[in-house]
């Protein structure tokens, strides 16, 4: 990637994150980037695809980011279960003042046919997918009803904290957490 698209992703980045998606736009983009707009063109053709690029690179980040702490963890079901809440309250303190990219963009773009449309469904789709595999390792019973319980905790607590009014809901939420995977 040249440096000039690197400066368009991450305007775009802190741009769309900071204001909405919607109501930035590409004229922005670019004179935040230092590059014209045929720059911005010639690299991603269009303002869809630097949302689908802005999304991906922060799904990466974010997974990249879970993947050391999962490790970190150890072996313990249980113990990763509380490590993803951990890992999302950190990412949460350093990249998510305004709640999660993905929820963020998911209340501008409901389309469907939206080409960043498959990112944020599929980020929460993994995440599900995530919960679930602990969830079958920490409980022999209703494995899924645990990993959507899991998950709603979990989404809660990336929203509230975006909103700011429930003080400390990842520790709430891990509250909750650690009482379910006691029972």
């Not at 789709?125 to 920490?138: C, I, P």
């Amino acid at each position: 990637m040249t440096p000039g698209a690197r400066r368009v992703l991450e305007a775009a980045e802190r741009l769309f994150y900071e204001h909405g998606i919607h109501a930035v736009g590409v004229d922005l983009i670019a004179a935040e980037a230092g590059v014209t707009k045929k720059t911005l063109y010639d690299r991603f053709g269009s303002k869809e695809q630097i949302v689908v690029e802005y999304l991906v690179g922060r799904d990466e980040r974010w997974r990249e980011l879970l993947a050391g702490r999962l490790a970190a963890a150890g072996e313990g079901a249980a113990a990763r279960v509380v490590a993803v809440f951990e890992a999302s309250r950190a990412w949460s303190a350093r990249y998510g003042a305004r709640g999660c990219s993905m929820i963020n963009a998911n209340a501008e773009i409901d389309d469907p046919a939206h080409p960043a449309h498959p990112v944020i469904t599929g980020q929460k789709r993994w995440m599900l997918d995530l919960f679930t595999g602990l969830a079958r390792e920490v409980d022999a019973g209703d494995a899924d009803r645990l990993a959507r319980t899991l998950m709603l905790l979990h989404e809660g607590a990336l929203v509230a904290h975006g909103v700011g009014v429930v003080p400390d809901p990842f520790g709430t939420a891990l509250d909750q957490v650690r009482e379910l995977l006691h029972r």
